[in-house]
């Protein structure tokens, strides 16, 4: 599997988007990383449950699966996650940025 990682600005949100419309519509899948997993207060960055919500509302990724996965979840849920997006039956999986979701 080729893994790139790219980090982008904020303000080219909507070009990574549509980049990543195209790649999944190829039948490719994305890791989208965010810096936390719940809003904060102190923080204006984005967090990985508001963002994978968004994600799964836009409209171009409307017709694909948006999965969550972070390390307070339940390793239950954990697991059922990863196994999803290990079968394909998940294309974006939003992530928080700590390896914690790792067992």
């Known amino acids: 599997m080729l893994l790139t990682t790219r980090v982008t600005p904020e303000q080219n949100r909507d070009k990574v988007y549509g980049f990543l419309a195209e790649r999944l519509a190829e039948g490719r899948q ?53 196994q999803r997006f290990a079968t394909g039956k998940t294309s974006i999986e939003a992530r928080g940025t700590r390896g914690d979701h790792e067992r």
């Open 30 to 82: 994305a890791f989208v990383i965010y810096p936390l997993v719940e809003e904060s207060e102190r923080s204006d960055l984005q967090a990985a449950t508001t963002m994978a919500g968004e994600l799964s509302h836009r409209p171009e990724f409307q017709r694909f699966t948006v999965d969550l996965l972070h390390g307070q979840m339940p390793s239950e849920d954990k697991d059922r996650i990863m």
